[in-house]
């Protein structure tokens, strides 16, 4: 072992050497100079004994290339690869130049000239020639010292993991040598190619019906990991205690052959409370809204009730309104399951969406008795056709008995508000087609509130409606962690938290190599492909790359047929790990899952127990374990130092208005017109009394007895077609993989999406997996992409501008000692990416290139108020940042918007500063004007109505702002005041005393100087370039 130790010495030395110029690579052919006797069993050796500390794999040669034209060269298999051995356990940190530096040169002179000597010509200077003249003055800005420290630290490992062989042989009885031990053991690495991860065939291989996870140990593994450094937050450790189940009774005798059939495919024997509760409420005739836990069996409730009257009567029919295609799909899997087993007919159930072949779809109208559907398909397809010789669905709803809308609380803000419309022209049509007897069943797991919203939903009246919100289900302890990311330097603040894909990346290896079903929630798609990507590649270098099969990401953009793979695999226990964006958040049954763990915390506290739920569903009531991982954002560190709210604070609360909203209800009467003709007297019931002022919009058809009103000329014979109720309708660009001349379509990616993520010469991520996007058509709407088997990725360089076009109101705010301008009208907000960025695997740049694409315009409505210069000074004048204070008053006033205006988080969207801009060392040339600007994310150039409503009650805001932001109790801004999780920028370019000082001076607040800190901020780096005018 001595010799090994020696060559080990020998490489080490070397390989640190190199770390230090960026130019020369780790390359197996290159380190074997480090000693005579090296062979590749060595470095095979190594690797074995240090898993997590080497990386010993094939990697494309050409992706270190610097020139841009070489990238499309790059082989699809074989002639490129090259061998590389590299140290993954930590970096070197640059050091500031010095006297010592000279003394420090020398030492490593004889080094340098050996490398010079007998490394590999051909890939000494594969990065930009232009480029390493610069890298070579920073190179060695690095401290001898250190250099020394890590490759020390390096050895001793080295010896440690010796010792632990000599007594892992020992117990084992082993009689060979250390060395022979090896031999046996190692893997030479082998050219790699390339694997379709859809089509491997996995096995059951997970701990799906085996002994209950000890959650309890898994974090004490976790948390005494070298890695671990204290990510815990004080009091970051929570638990929820574990609940017994409490069991009901019927207040009527029910179906024996559909409690029967509960019992054969489910495995229900007896019914919760809540499942009870609800049952005889429907009994009774009631509608009924249930609010409990996920995985507390709230499916059965309406799926009993729909059963029971497809056997009672012949001619029932059920609606199922689902908010997402992959949730109806999969209770339409368990409700046809159960309709099998009672022998009705394999066609009974069906799925009637944007997917469902036109060949079909009359088939379904005739013959179906249950639809499941969506909002989407409600309103331009069901509702539409309802006229006696056009199609079937007048008698499916004249026979209509039970109307079921899942997970309610996805129907909040701009979109809740069309589908309240649409769900009261549903009851308007049951009415006139003399359909009196529907019931409808509502339910949710994170709901606040919910007999309102379900009121408002529907337009029901509160009292014909029961709430169910006391579970009875039983479930064991919930584990909870707040967990945050490290600071890159760990005593210096200001050097900003690590990413959180790093930390999820270790936490998701770590549960995947105990065999813990574990699912991990991203908050963009972007972060879900680096994950995925990361885990796989983490295994590759600790020498399990057997457990890459295991793990697979879901998100949108990806196909339907790979989404229902995806599913299928995890909920046969085919997969342990699976990476995702809140596609997964609703109750998509994908099994029993152990662990979540969200990597930064979502869009709202709602969202987080939606995930959160999504594990410790086991019916054994074992516990589960949920992680959240805070980003460096201010939002995700406000819920770091409070992490109690997470569990504590109520749910945000759900506001829709499709009684108020002008012009979503002036949209749905004119399709409700070419439904039926509107009748005031009848109509005011469903769509409030703004009809009477809608009605000058429509037709009228007088007759001797009553009025009619019929849909304006403006509108086409389907009126539905021309209102969008989820936004601009954007076309697909086909992402097609040309690898090996496949010509497969692995992704649908959107238009708007489309200069972010396939730009030619970019790497393009599916499944973890890199691409480069060869070619992008925008005739064809087609991007053309290869595998490649690179170490580096790209990242898009971009800015978004908000500007006015015309005003067509102006008011002024209160002008005391101030006052500001407020304009609404038409406003664009234009979308460029003008490059891209090609990063390594530690984040930094190798390269930046220009691209040249057509920006994304979006047309709309908004308004915007101009700062006066006198208010700017005052800022300059307490060296605060502009753009922060711009930024953060923005942020204030949009956390403000929904006391006064129906919208969620991005509806409304604003300018948010990016920090590469903003702290740039040289001077931009894209300077914003001193304004506040606000747009409607969706409704084209008519706008959603958000912003219009917005400008009417723009001082209440205002000044709602200003006490929020003074009375908020933190320094720099947080999420009560100036953050948002919807920001763009994530929060990075804030002041919350220079919004102090816009906000009150729009609206001539005086302002106490004591309490406006001065600058500048410590939360930003001091800005070295004017970006504001």
Not at 465 to 471: G, Y
Not at 577 to 585: P, S
Not at 923 to 933: A, C, E, F, V
Request: proline share 4%; with cysteine; aromatic share 8%.
């Amino acid at each position: 072992m001595d010799q090994l130790f020696n060559v080990f010495k020998s490489v080490n030395t070397l390989a640190t050497f190199m770390r230090c110029r960026k130019h020369v690579l780790p390359t197996v052919k290159n380190l074997k100079c480090a000693h005579k006797d090296i062979t590749d069993a060595h470095f095979a050796m190594f690797k074995y004994l240090l898993p997590d500390d080497i990386s010993y794999v094939w990697v494309d040669s050409q992706q270190y290339s610097g020139d841009q034209r070489d990238v499309f060269d790059i082989e699809e298999d074989g002639d490129n690869w090259i061998l590389m051995f590299d140290f993954i356990d930590g970096d070197l940190k640059p050091q500031p130049a010095s006297k010592k530096r000279k003394v420090e040169e020398k030492e490593w002179i004889a080094v340098e000239d050996r490398v010079k000597v007998e490394l590999d010509e051909t890939v000494l200077n594969l990065t930009n020639p232009r480029e390493n003249n610069k890298r070579d003055k920073q190179t060695w800005n690095f401290s001898v010292e250190d250099m020394g420290k890590l490759a020390a630290k390096r050895n001793a490992k080295f010896k440690d993991a010796v010792e632990f062989l000599r007594s892992k042989m020992k117990s084992l009885d082993y009689q060979g040598t250390e060395v022979e031990y090896l031999r046996e053991k190692i893997e030479i690495p082998q050219i790699p190619t390339f694997v379709d991860v859809m089509n491997v065939d996995r096995k059951k291989a997970t701990n799906q019906g085996q002994a209950m996870v000890d959650v309890t140990q898994l974090i004490t593994d976790i948390t005494t990991k070298e890695s671990y450094s204290g990510q815990i937050v004080d009091n970051g450790y929570m638990i929820i205690p574990e609940e017994e189940a409490r069991y009901g009774e019927l207040e009527y005798e029910p179906n024996k052959e559909v409690m029967a059939a509960f019992e054969l495919t489910k495995g229900v024997t007896k019914l919760f409370t809540h499942q009870a509760d609800a049952l005889n409420a429907l009994y009774r005739g009631q509608n009924v809204v249930v609010c409990t836990p996920t995985s507390s069996g709230k499916s059965l409730i309406y799926q009993t009730p729909v059963l029971e009257s497809l056997l009672n009567n012949d001619s029932s029919r059920a609606l199922f309104i689902f908010p997402t295609k992959a949730l109806a799909q999969d209770q339409k899997r368990s409700l046809t399951e159960l309709s099998l087993a009672l022998g009705l007919d394999y066609g009974t159930v069906e799925t009637f969406d944007g997917d469902t072949p036109f060949e079909k779809r009359c088939e379904i109208r005739d013959r179906a008795r249950v639809v499941f559907t969506n909002p989407d398909m409600m309103h331009v397809s069901i509702l539409p056709k309802l006229d006696a010789d056009r199609s079937s669905w007048r008698q499916f709803i004249q026979n209509l008995r039970y109307v079921v809308v899942d997970e309610i609380h996805y129907y909040n803000s701009l979109f809740g508000t069309h589908v309240s419309l649409i769900l009261r022209r549903l009851r308007r049509v049951c009415k006139l087609l003399g359909n009196n007897v529907v019931q409808f069943i509502s339910c949710s797991a994170t709901i606040n509130s919910p007999l309102t919203h379900m009121s408002n939903l529907f337009g029901l009246d509160e009292g014909s409606i029961t709430l169910v919100d006391s579970p009875g289900g039983a479930h064991g302890l919930k584990h909870f962690l707040a967990w945050n990311t490290p600071y890159i330097s760990p005593t210096d603040p200001r050097s900003g938290r690590v990413s959180v894909v790093g930390e999820a990346i270790s936490l998701l290896a770590h549960m995947v190599k105990e065999n813990v079903r574990t699912i991990v929630f991203c908050r963009v798609r972007v972060i879900c492909e680096q994950i995925i990507k990361g885990v796989r590649q983490k295994f590759v270098d600790e020498g399990r790359p057997d457990l890459s099969n295991l793990v697979m990401s879901y998100r949108g953009g990806y196909s339907p047929q790979d989404r229902r793979k995806i599913e299928q695999d995890m909920f046969a226990g085919c997969l342990v790990g699976i990476v995702a964006t809140n596609a997964l958040e609703l109750g998509i049954d994908i099994g029993q899952l152990d662990v979540c763990i969200v990597a930064g915390f979502p869009m709202t506290v709602s969202n987080l127990r939606q995930q959160s739920g999504r594990a410790g569903r086991r019916k054994d009531g074992s516990d589960s374990l949920t992680i959240v991982i805070g980003s460096g954002d201010p939002v995700d560190q406000f819920y770091m130092k409070n992490p109690d709210k997470m569990l504590t604070e109520p749910t945000e609360a759900l506001t829709i208005e499709p009684l108020t909203n002008l012009l979503l209800l002036e949209s749905h009467i004119q399709c409700a017109a070419s439904e039926f003709p509107i009748e005031l007297t009848h109509d005011v019931e469903f769509f409030g009394p703004l009809l009477h002022t809608v009605k000058d919009k429509l037709i009228e058809d007088k007759t001797d007895e009553t009025t009619f009103y019929h849909t304006s000329s403006r509108f086409s014979d389907n009126p539905a077609k021309d209102v969008s109720i989820r936004g601009i309708e954007e076309n697909h660009y086909a992402v097609v993989d040309i690898t090996h001349n496949k010509g497969h379509i692995i992704e649908l990616l959107e238009e708007s999406r489309v200069p972010f993520s396939l730009y030619e010469g970019g790497i393009f991520m599916h499944q973890g997996f890199p691409y480069l996007v060869v070619d992008v058509s925008v005739e064809e709407r087609m991007g053309k992409v290869r595998r490649v088997n690179v170490d580096w990725y790209t990242r898009q360089r971009d800015f978004t501008d908000v500007d006015p076009v015309q005003s067509e109101e102006v008011k002024q705010l209160s002008y005391g000692n101030g006052g500001g301008k407020v304009s609404f009208g038409n406003i664009r907000i234009t979308t460029t990416v003008f490059g891209f960025f090609k990063l390594d695997k530690r984040d930094r740049i190798l390269e930046a290139v220009e691209v040249d694409h057509p920006s994304f315009v979006i047309n709309t409505k908004g308004f915007w108020i101009d700062i006066p210069q006198s208010t700017m000074k005052l800022i300059e004048a307490k060296k605060l940042s502009l753009a922060g204070a711009i930024h953060a008053a923005e942020h204030a006033l949009i956390n403000f918007f929904p006391r006064y205006v129906v919208c969620g988080p991005g509806d409304v969207r604003t300018e948010c500063k990016a920090p590469e801009k903003e702290f740039a060392k040289r001077q931009s040339t894209r300077r914003r004007p001193s304004r506040l600007i606000f747009g409607d994310k969706v409704g084209g150039e008519g706008g959603s109505g958000l912003s219009q409503k917005a400008f009417q009650f723009v001082e209440e805001i205002v000044n709602n702002a200003v006490d929020g932001v003074n009375d908020c109790e933190c320094d720099w801004g947080c999420h009560s005041c100036v953050a948002g999780a919807f920001c763009t920028e994530n929060g990075l370019v804030l002041s919350k005393p220079g919004a102090q000082i816009i906000l009150s001076k729009l609206v001539g607040r005086d302002i106490d100087w004591t309490k406006v800190k001065e600058g500048p901020e410590p939360n930003m780096p001091i800005a070295e370039t004017i970006t504001i005018e």
